[in-house]
């Protein structure tokens, strides 16, 4: 697609702007697997629509305020990207985007309170886990709680776990293989610490020293995706001298996993583009780490029926896939069964289901009725947001399946021999 992109609008993000853009042909192919465009039908609602808006945008020719409600819509699933046979990096595209034009977007002080309050808390374990339990607290009352703020008291669980501190160091059991870092993430220490510690039990039993520095922070996801590039990067900056002791650093959250991969992207500019990008190649996934591996024997105490749902930063932003899948299939007494549309965004999409609740409640519906329908005894995935927002549904429709990730599975399994 031609342009004139103007970088006095498009800032220091131009590059990867002008490269999504000019992929784009306006084929379509995008628009039958966009889950906002299945949902609302519009032109604007779809990938390709929402090029053209941003490009309107960036050019000069089309306020930013009247393409927002567009671009907000956009969940960020990047399943457009799995779908585009032209290549367009749609996610390099939208979050740059954001970026540029983050202060040019007027927002109504209710959206602007329940933005400083997700960014204030969501990246902080400490300060989340205070603010669920003060949550918690006011779902009672929630119809007297400004309607800005009931969706994140409605996504809040029934129970939450207390705090679990991490150890620094967990020796290898058995021959030593090596040595690896763990991302530990934020939201997921308050809302599931039990998948860090499964997975630190998996790698030990698998052979591998792990070390979780003290001082880690945030990744920066949550702050790249919504184009605040500049709290972005010093989020993500803190973390590349902690693990310098490491050649692997193993992440089980799939947003995570997605945002560090753009590190190159975000760190394009500013002076410290080759810390980004080193450290950006030295994270894997949890699953493609241990596919990779000889594990010892496992087996689920009886057999049960497991669904996979693909988590969107996992199958589309970093085309993972079949390697969570293998790791089931070594398990003895599981029996994979298919799960409709398995890669469909379930509406969580980092913080989207707190600023676009009803479309997330769509979504999040359709994947609980998929996964009933799939006959499953349990549901896993690769990422927090994903299974906080299956189990809202699925306890909504008095299901008792299960959403569990997929480390906590072969973590029993492995426990069982």
């Given at each position: 697609?031609?342009?004139?992109?103007?970088?006095?609008?498009?800032?220091?993000?131009?590059?990867?702007?002008?490269?999504?853009?000019?992929?784009?042909?306006?084929?379509?192919?995008?628009?039958?697997?966009?889950?906002?465009?299945?949902?609302?039908?519009?032109?604007?609602?779809?990938?390709?629509?929402?090029?053209?808006?941003?490009?309107?945008?960036?050019?000069?020719?089309?306020?930013?305020?009247?393409?927002?409600?567009?671009?907000?819509?956009?969940?960020?699933?990047?399943?457009?990207?799995?779908?585009?046979?032209?290549?367009?990096?749609?996610?390099?595209?939208?979050?740059?985007?954001?970026?540029?034009?983050?202060?040019?977007?007027?927002?109504?002080?209710?959206?602007?309170?329940?933005?400083?309050?997700?960014?204030?808390?969501?990246?902080?374990?400490?300060?989340?886990?205070?603010?669920?339990?003060?949550?918690?607290?006011?779902?009672?009352?929630?119809?007297?709680?400004?309607?800005?703020?009931?969706?994140?008291?409605?996504?809040?669980?029934?129970?939450?776990?207390?705090?679990?501190?991490l150890p620094g160091f967990s020796p290898a059991q058995g021959r030593?293989?090596?040595?690896?870092?763990?991302?530990?993430?934020?939201?997921?220490?308050?809302?599931?610490?039990?998948?860090?510690?499964?997975?630190?039990?998996?790698?030990?039993?698998?052979?591998?020293?792990?070390?979780?520095?003290?001082?880690?922070?945030?990744?920066?996801?949550?702050?790249?995706?919504?184009?605040?590039?500049?709290?972005?990067?010093?989020?993500?900056?803190r973390n590349f001298s902690l693990f310098d002791q490491v050649a692997?650093?193993?992440?089980?959250?799939?947003?995570?996993?997605?945002?560090?991969?753009?590190?190159?992207?975000?760190?394009?500019?500013?002076?410290?583009?080759?810390?980004?990008?080193?450290?950006?190649?030295?994270?894997?996934?949890?699953?493609?780490?241990?596919?990779?591996?000889?594990?010892?024997?496992?087996?689920?105490?009886?057999?049960?029926?497991?669904?996979?749902?693909?988590?969107?930063?996992?199958?589309?932003?970093?085309?993972?896939?079949?390697?969570?899948?293998?790791?089931?299939?070594?398990?003895?007494?599981?029996?994979?069964?298919?799960?409709?549309?398995?890669?469909?965004?379930?509406?969580?999409?980092?913080?989207?289901?707190?600023?676009?609740?009803?479309?997330?409640?769509?979504?999040?519906?359709?994947?609980?009725?998929?996964?009933?329908?799939?006959?499953?005894?349990?549901?896993?995935?690769?990422?927090?947001?994903?299974?906080?927002?299956?189990?809202?549904?699925?306890?909504?429709?008095?299901?008792?399946?299960?959403?569990?990730?997929?480390?906590?599975?072969?973590?029993?399994?492995?426990?069982?021999?």
């Open positions: 697609m031609k342009h004139s992109i103007d970088d006095q609008i498009a800032g220091s993000l131009a590059l990867p702007v002008r490269e999504a853009i000019q992929k784009c042909v306006h084929c379509g192919f995008c628009l039958p697997t966009c889950p906002t465009y299945q949902i609302l039908g519009q032109e604007m609602d779809s990938p390709r629509g929402r090029i053209v808006l941003m490009k309107e945008v960036l050019e000069g020719n089309l306020d930013a305020d009247q393409a927002a409600p567009f671009v907000d819509r956009c969940l960020g699933c990047v399943a457009c990207e799995t779908a585009c046979p032209s290549g367009v990096e749609y996610g390099n595209l939208l979050s740059s985007y954001r970026s540029a034009v983050q202060e040019k977007v007027t927002r109504s002080r209710g959206d602007r309170l329940r933005q400083w309050l997700v960014h204030q808390t969501l990246p902080f374990p400490w300060r989340f886990r205070l603010a669920v339990r003060l949550g918690k607290l006011a779902a009672p009352f929630s119809t007297l709680v400004p309607a800005f703020a009931r969706p994140m008291i409605g996504m809040i669980p029934e129970s939450v776990p207390g705090k679990q501190r030593r293989k090596g040595v690896v870092g763990l991302l530990a993430g934020c939201a997921q220490q308050v809302l599931a610490p039990e998948i860090n510690a499964a997975t630190i039990r998996v790698l030990n039993r698998a052979g591998f020293d792990v070390v979780v520095p003290r001082r880690q922070s945030c990744c920066g996801a949550l702050d790249w995706h919504e184009g605040r590039l500049a709290s972005a990067r010093r989020m993500a900056a692997t650093i193993v992440t089980n959250a799939a947003g995570c996993g997605s945002a560090i991969a753009e590190y190159p992207v975000m760190f394009r500019e500013g002076g410290t583009e080759d810390l980004a990008k080193r450290f950006a190649e030295k994270v894997v996934d949890i699953s493609v780490f241990l596919a990779a591996q000889d594990l010892p024997a496992a087996s689920l105490p009886l057999p049960t029926r497991i669904a996979c749902q693909d988590a969107c930063h996992l199958a589309h932003a970093q085309q993972v896939r079949d390697q969570p899948r293998a790791l089931l299939q070594r398990i003895e007494n599981a029996i994979l069964v298919p799960l409709a549309e398995s890669d469909r965004c379930c509406g969580s999409a980092g913080t989207y289901n707190l600023q676009q609740p009803e479309i997330a409640r769509q979504l999040g519906e359709w994947k609980a009725r998929a996964v009933v329908d799939s006959g499953c005894d349990i549901v896993a995935s690769g990422n927090i947001g994903c299974l906080i927002q299956m189990r809202k549904h699925l306890a909504l429709m008095n299901s008792p399946i299960r959403a569990v990730h997929t480390i906590e599975i072969l973590d029993q399994a492995l426990a069982t021999i």
